[in-house]
RNA sequence: UGGGGCGUCGUCUAACGGUAGGACACCUGGUUUUGGUCCAGGUAGUUGGGGUUCGAUUCCCUACGCCCCAGCCA
């Protein structure tokens, strides 16, 4: 797929060692767990990546596997958004589509089993008492007054709970171990919690839902897994998830904790993000300013950009805050190479060119893609009047602007030189056009007399093209850390999508569907909106901006803004 | 402060005990009909203090800093 790096990292290094002494018979055998409680997000890419990716260097397989033991948080809506997801993403699960809820028979089979072996009991504490109990980072708990209960009572009450006979909340199953364990973690850890609720796959079948501490390792053991990747705060679950795997002494999986991925100027946090999407500070979970898969899908990402941008954050343990730059880079570094371009004028200003016939339409000839030879060219219709964009305009120009100003001659792209004769205002004094000549020796863009030009800009036809919405974007919060700031709603940025109602393309954007991508040149890397773009109504979005150094000038200069756009 | 982790350029991430490298970002210069791309070059880092060693990012000790854990969430 990707390039692979020269070096490995620390999970393959694990994997190497383990092939080398035989541990589990060189086999690799990955899954990608996530809770139906929500969109996936950059986060979970980087996750499935290093899975997926995992499985595929070592000849291993990779399963997908919905982490669905609590039905309260989870809906059936997110399994097909993460299904499709992950599928965009570019990866394979074969027949290995899992749910935890698949083996909620086999998890209870083994719970009784635990209480037979007097390490687990039924426990009539309340969720407050338990809490309680358990102590604190300092304190050691205190046993539950139903820890000696016999085996015979725990069976009884756990069949119970199963078949509903109990309120919600009113008793758990929880493991024997050890209430003064300095890991909280073994201070006698629920397994099961009763809860009456519909779950989106057994329905009403179960009263009692496992906890995932309980449930995961078995997952995992059933399905053969052989390393068991996940974030940093599980680290002190291994523990735990050892624990249990040992007092059942079945297959072992090997936890391996590796750290999140954050992206600064966003969030990760599928409450935070879900939050948005309920508060309605955007359109959805695909918003294409959400850090979601499927915003950045609607966004315009690839993803081949995707998967390049999660081999260059690398796989360690050490908490980490990666750049936006480095993600934007990625899809740049990919639609260069792919993006047919084409000519689009967001912020019109119309020209005049006053020395070109009436009625007149001449046909240039255009690049689609200087990168990619065979993607060939088209034709561009150049009429008496066009526009172009008003920031390429400047009455009275900074000293290193070099497009067009009063007396000044600049290069259409593909087209004339065209210089600037007159400015027309109205009687607020805005410029409302522009009279300009255009040299006919220069058709194409360069001229016989081989004089220089210092600027080239783009232009679009103002009868000959197609009229198109806009939107561009920014990042969603204003901080680089929006979730260590103490309000995280005043960190939001209100200006983050910008609409442009009225925008110029050329013509040739007839044929553009849902799916492709184009340069603007100069302006960036778009594609139609996946949800409100029609054939009646173009909407582009901007996936990212082109890289741009006349910006950082522009900084240096800015004391006498004037007249741009 | 109990337990579990982590400290390398601005940001990610490498380096059998042997020249601290790569990517992004940033800065120069070159090419350019996109102030894009591309090309060439540059700035910039081992948390502090000890110790072992011919030699320490790496091993040991110590200090400091950061993250996670007290859900019947995952």
Redesign the pocket.
């Known amino acids: 797929m990707e390039a692979e ?6 999970i393959q ?1 694990i994997i190497d060692e383990d092939n080398l002494s035989g541990k589990f018979n060189k086999n690799v055998h990955t899954r990608f ?3 139906p ?1 929500g969109y996936l997000h950059i986060g979970h890419a980087k996750s499935i990546c290093l899975n997926f990716g995992l499985a595929h260097q070592y000849n291993g397989l990779c399963n997908l596997r919905f ?4 039905p ?2 989870e809906e059936d809506e997110y399994v097909k958004a993460i299904i499709e997801d992950v599928s965009w993403l570019g990866f394979d699960w074969g027949d290995r589509l899992f749910y ?1 809820s698949d083996y909620f028979d086999q998890m209870y089979e083994f719970a009784v089993f635990l209480i037979q072996s007097k390490k687990a009991y039924v ?9 309680a109990t ?5 304190e050691a708990g205190t046993d539950s007054p139903f820890r000696e209960r016999t085996v015979d009572e725990s069976l009884l009450l756990f069949t119970q709970m199963k078949n509903g006979d109990f309120e ?5 199953l929880r493991a024997k171990i050890d209430m003064s364990h ?4 073994m201070r006698d ?2 397994m099961y ?3 009456k609720a519909n779950h989106h796959r057994t329905g009403d079948k179960w009263c009692i ?5 309980w ?2 390792g078995l997952e995992d053991s059933l399905e053969g897994i052989t390393h068991s990747i996940c ?9 735990l998830y050892d624990w249990y795997l040992n007092q059942l002494d079945t297959y072992h999986p090997q936890q391996i ?1 590796f ?1 999140r991925l ?1 992206l ?1 100027f966003t969030i990760m946090s599928k ?1 935070w993000l879900k939050k948005l999407v309920d508060d309605g500070y955007v359109s959805g979970w695909d918003d294409p300013r959400m850090p979601t898969i499927s915003g950045l899908r609607r966004r315009g990402y690839t993803p081949e950009s995707i998967r390049n941008f999660a081999e ?12 936006m ?2 993600l ?2 990625s899809l ?2 990919d639609l ?2 792919k993006a047919n ?1 084409v000519m689009g004028v967001i912020e019109p200003l119309k020209i005049v060119i006053t020395n070109f016939p009436e009625n007149e339409i001449d046909y240039l000839e255009a ?1 689609n ?3 990619d030879e065979s993607a060939g060219k088209r034709r561009i219709a150049f009429t008496k009047e066009i526009y172009i964009e008003r920031s ?1 305009f400047m009455e009275e ?2 000293r ?4 067009l100003a009063p007396g000044r001659e600049v ?5 004339f030189y065209i210089t600037c004769v007159d400015v027309i205002k109205n009687s607020k004094g805005q410029i409302i056009e522009l009279h300009c000549t255009y040299d006919p020796e ?5 001229s016989p007399d081989g004089r220089k030009v ?5 232009w679009v036809s103002s009868t000959e093209n197609i009229e198109a919405e806009v939107r561009l974007y920014d990042r969603l919060f204003l901080e680089p850390n929006p979730s ?1 700031s103490d309000n995280i709603n005043d960190t939001l940025n209100i200006d983050s999508l910008v609409l442009k109602k009225t925008c110029f393309i050329e013509t040739e954007m007839k044929k553009a569907s849902v799916g492709e991508f184009y ?5 960036g890397y778009f594609s139609l909106d996946n949800i409100d773009s029609s054939p009646e109504h173009f909407v582009f979005n901007r996936s990212v901006a ?9 900084k240096g200069f800015q004391t006498s803004k004037i007249g741009c756009g």
């Open positions: 790096k020269p070096y490995k990292n620390f290094k767990p996530p809770e409680n982490d669905d033991t609590n309260i948080k935890a426990c009539d504490l309340s969720a407050d008492e338990v809490r358990r102590g604190n980072l300092k919600d909340g009113s008793r758990t300095p890991n909280l973690n850890p629920v919690r009763i809860l839902y496992p906890m995932y501490d449930a995961h974030t940093l705060e599980f680290e002190d679950h291994r523990l904790e750290a954050n600064n409450r260059k954050v690398g796989v360690a343990k050490r908490d980490n805050v990666v750049e730059n480095l934007e880079h740049r570094e260069n190479k371009r690049i893609n200087p990168e390429d120009p900074f290193k602007y070099f497009r290069r259409l792209r593909y087209a220069t058709r194409g863009g360069s210092k600027g080239t800009i783009h260590k340069q603007f040149e100069r302006l082109l890289r741009d150094s006349w910006k950082k000038i522009e």
